[in-house]
């Protein structure tokens, strides 16, 4: 339906920020639910942020909850990930996904998606 590229990754240091973006082409990016996902080596992929498509609703993992605001503007076909006072153990590579669903409900499992981007590398330093 879509394709998804993500931008916005480097190096930084602790407690520093980043913004990432996942831009949507070929379709309208509306009725799309969108999910961010990080996986660091030895780790299973593991959701970070997700939205509805209306952004009307959102859930965040535990350990990004406070610091992480994921937003979408849909007239721009991109979704966003806003990191605020990253650490070290942020470091992974960031990946967002899409997937068409109700105007109101978001996904957390990485087997709910169907779209995926390459993803973009965050490396925070200490």
């Known amino acids: 339906q879509v394709q998804l590229v993500e931008s916005g990754g480097g190096l930084v240091q602790a407690g520093g920020s980043l913004r990432l973006s996942c831009a949507a082409s070929?379709?309208?990016?509306?009725?799309?639910?969108v999910g961010w996902f990080r996986q660091a080596p030895g780790n299973e992929r593991a959701v970070v942020a997700a939205?509805?498509?209306?952004?009307?609703?959102?859930y965040y993992a535990g350990s990004v909850k406070g610091r992480f605001t994921i937003s979408r503007d849909n007239a721009k076909n991109t979704v966003y990930l806003q990191m605020n006072s990253l650490k070290p153990e942020d470091t992974a590579v960031y990946s967002c996904?899409?997937?068409?669903?109700?105007?109101?409900?978001?996904?957390?499992?990485?087997?709910?998606?169907?779209?995926w981007g390459q993803g973009t590398q965050v490396t925070v330093s200490s």
């Open positions: 939205i509805s498509w209306s952004g009307g609703s959102t």
């Open positions: 070929g379709r309208t990016f509306s009725s799309y639910a």
């Open positions: 996904a899409a997937v068409r669903g109700g105007s109101g409900s978001y996904y957390v499992v990485k087997e709910a998606y169907d779209i």
